[in-house]
């Protein structure tokens, strides 16, 4: 049995019930349930349909997110999170690499990186370079005046929290950001890079190993064998490069707003939705969300 959920951006809130009729009716599914009037709905089906991307395709062009996945074991234990255009709107090293002159120049090595075109070990390093002299003070500045949290957020740790759950923000970029950030939505652990500094000035260095692609991957393993629990009983987020071994891993693993190279080896797909996506896919209601 597998499950077929529909989304809205919920800005738009405009899912209507013919427009899954019309698939439900196709495809022969069960009964329509509605997560979020307007937003998410859902129905079962025996088998996965084999026009199930053109659909995909189709309502994409109309502003909808459509997702199908196995119907049992949705409801996830632990919550992997990506920081950098996941969890916050922004690229932290970007807006450092801004206050420092060369914003520019780093934030096309940034897009290249998550995009899967550069190593990433590499392009931090190189980045992270370019920082050299700037005063660590400035990521209080811009953790205060730059960084935004994504919408939903705050809901999805606190609900999956709510019912047993474990969430870790694992990181490519730093530890002075995923620290607040972690503590500002709530997760319950967090990994990244150090970011070296001396007397006050940032050395243009990053602590060793960088945390990259497998890094994140280790992260996955490490949080499910001391909770007992499997790869199976995680759903992760991300959108860049170096988190597809995290999404492809994980029982859930699903690319937010992620780059299309990156998007095109993920199963599950939120290009108009909010992170409250992670819920409906779960299978929660609305009713049942737990605000942070």
Request: hydrophobic share 50%.
């Amino acid at each position: 049995m597998f499950t077929v959920t529909f989304l809205a951006a919920p800005t738009r809130a405009d899912l209507t019930a013919a427009l899954i009729d019309g698939l439900r009716d196709q495809w022969g599914g069960g009964p329509t349930l509605w997560l979020n009037d307007g937003i998410a709905a859902e129905f079962d089906v025996s088998a996965e349909p084999v026009d199930f991307w053109q659909a995909w395709e189709k309502l994409q062009t109309q502003g909808f997110d459509l997702v199908i996945q196995p119907a049992n074991g949705r409801r996830k234990a632990v919550l992997l999170a990506d920081m950098d255009s996941t969890m916050i709107q922004q690229e932290c090293i970007d807006e450092l690499a801004d206050v420092a002159g060369v914003g520019a120049h780093v934030a096309a090595i940034t897009a290249r990186a998550m995009n899967g075109e550069l190593d990433f070990n590499q392009a931090l390093i190189e980045r992270v370079a370019l920082l050299k002299g700037l005063d660590a003070s400035v990521v209080t500045k811009v953790l205060a005046t730059r960084i935004t949290l994504t919408p939903g957020g705050r809901e999805v740790i606190a609900t999956m929290q709510a019912n047993g759950g474990h969430a870790m923000l694992v990181s490519g970029g730093f530890t002075v950001f995923t620290g607040p950030v972690s503590q500002m939505l709530g997760f319950d652990e967090n990994r990244a890079n150090v970011l070296l500094s001396e007397n006050g000035l940032l050395t243009g260095e990053v602590a060793m190993p960088i945390l990259g692609r497998e890094a994140k991957v280790e992260a996955l393993l490490d949080v499910t064998a001391r909770l007992g629990l499997t790869p199976g009983d995680v759903i992760a987020v991300g959108d860049g490069a170096n988190d597809l071994g995290m999404l492809q891993l994980a029982g859930s693993g699903v690319a937010l707003h992620a780059k299309p190279s990156v998007a095109a080896q993920v199963q599950i797909r939120i290009n108009h939705g909010d992170l409250t996506a992670l819920l409906y896919l779960q299978g929660y209601k609305a009713s049942d969300f737990v605000t942070g």
